[in-house]
């Protein structure tokens, strides 16, 4: 049985995408352990199938966290055997690569995101130079990996000469069809940093007969939570913050409209593939989503969103009531969700992951 290691500076318990890749590795039969990060609020680690090991940081944000917490992963990876590593995203790939140079076993890279280009680089010259110097000098050398979009492999393809296959964020497909739901619930899930269009969207609710709920934390946190406030919208936005996957299913299946929202502000957003827009798709909920280039292709295959070109208030609230008002075109997207359902999901998904390990170890 091969053993592979997988690495995330997450907080593996909110960590719904590694849960579903490391079951489907341990049920092709590897040994997988997991590996993430423990935060002094952190809560307690959910059974798995899969090995998990969470590592405790002096610091929890900023440069420092990230160089400790690469130093304790190296020396973990140095002084455990393995056969593989799957250095998830760029924040844990220096660790794996210079412990496969001297343990040598072997390294694939699984891109999330398209790191050095994401948002929260763009204004941090410093900051985004020193990592593209650590994708320089780990990512050409690691032939065998994959990533979410098709955007995001011609960028690895372009720069680096290595070609990734695309294993999607997809969620798993279930028999069980669900209703549609009867309130005018508006769903936000993922991180609460900025450029989500989050305060526009919350300005926009005083023009919407509806409830927004915001599950998730981040940077803006606080700042959301004082513009709820200042615009008087406490019963109308209801702020959660982070939720258990299995809570936040509920919610899901709860919800009428689905919003995935962010700027292009950099590469990684404008090529990216959401893992909540799989979520609200298998729930056969419409939602509001960005025209960038990946939802443009999946929507022009299965129109299950209703693409924005700007985040301003009015956008929003107007794109919002449309859905909630127009009954005919809501069940059409409805009914296209639950069909493009059947060919975008894990089982599909988790079939390409899987060639990508047998390919490696071959």
Same mark, same amino acid.
């Given at each position: 049985?091969?053993?592979?290691?997988?690495?995330?500076? !997450?907080?593996?318990?909110?960590?719904?995408?590694?849960?579903?890749?490391?079951?489907?590795?341990?049920?092709?039969?590897?040994?997988?352990?997991?590996?993430?990060?423990? /935060?002094?609020?952190?809560?307690?680690? !959910?059974?798995?199938?899969?090995?998990?090991?969470?590592?405790?940081?002096?610091?929890?944000?900023?440069?420092? +966290?990230?160089?400790?917490?690469?130093?304790? #992963?190296? *020396?973990?990876?140095?002084?455990?055997?393995?056969?593989?590593?799957?250095?998830?995203? =760029?924040?844990?790939?220096?660790?794996?690569?210079?412990?496969?140079?001297?343990?040598?076993?072997?390294?694939? %890279?699984?891109?999330? $995101? %398209?790191?050095?280009?994401?948002?929260? &680089?763009?204004?941090?010259? =410093?900051?985004?130079?020193?990592?593209?110097?650590? @994708?320089?000098?780990?990512?050409? +050398?690691?032939?065998?990996?994959?990533?979410?979009? $098709?955007?995001?492999?011609?960028? +690895?393809?372009?720069?680096?000469?290595?070609?990734?296959?695309?294993?999607?964020?997809?969620?798993?497909?279930?028999?069980?069809?669900?209703?549609?739901?009867?309130?005018?619930?508006?769903?936000?899930?993922?991180?609460?940093?900025?450029?989500?269009? &989050?305060?526009? &969207?919350? @300005?926009?609710?005083?023009?919407? /007969?509806?409830?927004?709920?915001?599950?998730?934390?981040?940077?803006?946190? @606080?700042?959301?939570?004082? /513009?709820?406030?200042?615009?008087?919208? $406490?019963?109308?936005?209801?702020? #959660?913050? %982070?939720?258990?996957? =299995?809570?936040?299913?509920?919610?899901?299946?709860?919800?009428?409209?689905?919003?995935?929202?962010?700027?292009?502000?950099?590469?990684?957003?404008?090529?990216?593939?959401?893992?909540?827009?799989?979520? %609200?798709?298998?729930?056969?909920?419409?939602? &509001?989503?960005?025209?960038?280039?990946?939802?443009?292709?999946?929507?022009?295959?299965? $129109?299950?969103?209703? *693409? =924005?070109?700007?985040?301003?208030?009015?956008?929003?609230?107007?794109?919002?009531?449309?859905?909630?008002?127009?009954?005919?075109?809501?069940?059409?997207?409805?009914? /296209?969700?639950?069909?493009?359902?059947?060919?975008?999901?894990?089982?599909? @998904?988790?079939?390409? #992951?899987?060639?990508?390990?047998?390919?490696?170890?071959?």
């Amino acid at each position: 049985m091969k053993k592979i290691i997988c690495t995330v500076t !997450t907080d593996l318990v909110f960590d719904q995408r590694m849960r579903r890749i490391c079951t489907s590795l341990s049920n092709a039969g590897y040994d997988v352990l997991l590996i993430g990060r423990k /935060k002094k609020k952190s809560p307690e680690l !959910t059974a798995e199938k899969h090995k998990q090991h969470r590592i405790e940081c002096w610091f929890e944000k900023g440069p420092l +966290f990230y160089l400790e917490f690469n130093i304790r #992963l190296f *020396l973990y990876l140095i002084t455990h055997k393995t056969d593989a590593v799957s250095s998830i995203d =760029l924040d844990t790939i220096l660790p794996g690569r210079l412990a496969s140079i001297i343990k040598g076993f072997k390294q694939t %890279y699984d891109a999330h $995101e %398209y790191f050095t280009e994401m948002e929260e &680089l763009a204004d941090r010259k =410093l900051v985004k130079t020193a990592w593209k110097i650590i @994708e320089k000098i780990t990512v050409p +050398f690691i032939n065998h990996g994959y990533t979410v979009s $098709e955007g995001y492999a011609d960028l +690895f393809k372009s720069q680096y000469g290595v070609e990734y296959k695309i294993v999607r964020n997809a969620t798993v497909l279930i028999d069980e069809i669900p209703d549609t739901p009867k309130e005018n619930i508006i769903l936000y899930q993922g991180a609460v940093n900025y450029g989500r269009g &989050l305060i526009s &969207l919350i @300005e926009a609710m005083h023009k919407v /007969k509806g409830t927004l709920i915001i599950c998730g934390d981040g940077d803006l946190f @606080e700042i959301v939570k004082k /513009k709820i406030d200042d615009e008087h919208l $406490e019963k109308k936005v209801k702020l #959660l913050g %982070y939720i258990q996957p =299995l809570e936040l299913k509920r919610y899901t299946k709860a919800a009428k409209i689905g919003l995935t929202l962010f700027e292009a502000k950099g590469l990684s957003n404008k090529y990216s593939m959401a893992n909540r827009f799989f979520d %609200y798709m298998h729930a056969g909920m419409p939602q &509001l989503a960005m025209n960038y280039p990946e939802y443009q292709a999946f929507n022009k295959k299965y $129109e299950v969103a209703k *693409l =924005l070109d700007d985040l301003d208030a009015f956008t929003i609230a107007s794109s919002l009531n449309h859905l909630l008002k127009d009954e005919n075109h809501y069940q059409y997207i409805r009914n /296209k969700a639950l069909e493009a359902r059947k060919e975008f999901n894990w089982q599909n @998904e988790e079939a390409r #992951l899987i060639s990508v390990y047998q390919e490696l170890f071959a």
